[in-house]
């Protein structure tokens, strides 16, 4: 399975926006981009996901390179609420979602 | 609309206990999972089902049995709990398998094997 290498941490400021970067130099072909998000003491939560085209909705933007080897997960204001661990995820179309460890999110007031 | 529904809550165990943890979703989906978290950790896949009636381990499978008895609910059993077995355990379910939809989780199982 093709795997994703993110930050272990990243800090932002409230009300800024934030982009959350991943690599996934591996990608093949049919594999789609997830990301989810775990707030703290809850079960991971869908954000979005993509496979070639950039994808915007409620929650945040997905930016994926021209090559997919790498994605950028956008938060447009970021609010206490988005202090989260995200994890990018590569699922084919048949294939289960792999968790790493994620990158811990801080939202600074 | 509950989504993933997962019982109990908490649960503590003495090492050699047996238990079941039972998760049912309410979206018709025809995929789910079982996966527990570690501390400081990310999410390991135990076992999971691509539809009604079939099964297949994940990447830590060892220790665990699943059953899917209909489309609506996927169990998880421990027949003899050890304490290596301590973890958050989370249920999810998804329409389809792998990437092509979202998955849903429940809140998790917090479980302690003395």
């Known amino acids: 399975d093709a795997k994703t290498t993110q930050p272990n941490s990243m800090e932002s400021n409230e009300e800024e926006p934030v982009h959350l970067p991943c690599n996934h130099s591996t990608i093949s072909g049919t594999d789609y981009i997830h990301w989810y998000r775990q707030l703290p003491s809850q079960g991971p939560e869908y954000v979005i996901h993509?496979?070639?085209s950039n994808v915007n909705n409620r929650m945040a933007s997905l930016a994926i390179a021209e090559d997919r080897k790498s994605s950028t997960l956008i938060l447009h204001r970021a609010t206490l609420r988005d202090a989260a661990v995200y994890y990018c995820?590569?699922?084919?179309?048949?294939?289960?979602?792999?968790f790493g460890k994620g990158i811990t999110l801080s939202v600074r007031p | 609309n509950a989504g993933v529904t997962q019982t109990p809550k908490f649960q503590v165990l003495k090492t050699g206990q047996s238990m079941t943890l039972q998760c049912a979703q309410d979206m018709n989906h025809n995929s789910m999972y079982w996966y527990r978290q570690d501390p400081g950790m990310g999410l390991r896949l135990i076992y999971y089902?691509?539809?009604?009636?079939?099964?297949d381990k994940g990447e830590v499978p060892n220790g665990y049995n699943v059953s899917r008895l209909n489309k609506r609910e996927f169990s998880l059993r421990l027949e003899s709990a050890a304490p290596s077995q301590t973890s958050v355990y989370f249920c999810?379910?998804?329409?389809?398998?792998?990437?092509?939809?979202?998955?849903?989780f429940g809140q998790g199982t917090r479980l302690t094997v003395v």
């Open positions: 089902s691509a539809s009604e009636g079939t099964t």
């Open positions: 999810a379910s998804s329409e389809t398998g792998g990437g092509l939809t979202e998955a849903f």
């Open positions: 995820i590569l699922a084919g179309a048949n294939s289960k979602l792999t």
């Open positions: 993509g496979l070639t």
